[in-house]
């Protein structure tokens, strides 16, 4: 029988910003102990009328997605606040999710810690990914479910013939991925909504996933 292990609780941080910060982001967050990550280009969708749970008003956004130890992303959540407000309105928002495990690189090593969350899970991140061209039907159901916004993210490989996967599914340069922050009271009527007018549970119309927040600053009701 194999010892028990201590299961590594690591966390994924996403930080949503105006275009051009994103660079400035990922020097932050070295500082705190982050190896690296990862970019995206995205965009907002919600109307100057609805500044709500991402609090975006222009159209051009960066995601930066990192990966920590809860310690770490603890820390790192703090420094990135304090250097870009993300607790005044319109200067973006940043969360952290749960991650149970890593795989597949050697160039970001993370040191386990000890500390385990306990926190209320208050809002969760609902993943979308559909077709390209069918992002805007998202956020307009996931809007009739009791969504504020969202971010639509272009899904691509950077090599010609390169496709990625998630969960078995190709994300080719015709798919879109929209990111929704939602209170978690809502989450379920937000996908069902989703689900509903997209058809997703029919083969090939889209894959919904839903994590918990853990940690955030930048959410205004």
Do not use: W
Not at 2 to 12: A, C, Q, R, V, Y
Not at 100 to 114: A, E, K, V
Not at 211 to 217: A, E, G
């Amino acid at each position: 029988m194999l010892p028990n292990k201590k299961t590594p609780h690591f966390e994924i941080i996403y930080v949503i910003v105006k275009f051009g910060l994103g660079s400035k982001i990922l020097k932050e967050a070295k500082k705190c102990g982050v190896k690296g990550g990862t970019l995206f280009i995205g965009k907002g969708t919600i109307s100057n009328k609805l500044l709500n749970l991402l609090s975006i008003t222009d159209m051009r956004k960066e995601i930066v997605m990192m990966i920590s130890n809860r310690k770490t992303g603890k820390k790192t959540l703090e420094h990135l606040n304090k250097v870009f407000r993300f607790d005044k309105p319109n200067h973006g928002i940043i969360f952290t999710t749960s991650l149970t495990s890593l795989m597949g690189t050697r160039s970001c090593q993370i040191d386990d810690d000890d500390e385990r969350g306990d926190e209320e899970i208050m809002y969760q991140n609902i993943m979308v990914v559909v077709d390209k061209g069918r992002a805007e039907d998202v956020i307009e159901a996931a809007q009739k479910g009791g969504s504020k916004g969202g971010t639509i993210i272009n899904a691509r490989g950077s090599g010609v013939h390169e496709t990625s996967k998630l969960f078995s599914m190709n994300i080719e340069p015709e798919k879109e991925v929209v990111m929704i922050l939602s209170d978690e009271n809502y989450t379920d009527a937000i996908c069902e909504k989703i689900s509903e007018d997209l058809k997703i549970n029919e083969p090939g119309n889209g894959i919904i996933f839903v994590q918990d927040v853990n940690r955030t600053y930048g959410i205004y009701e």
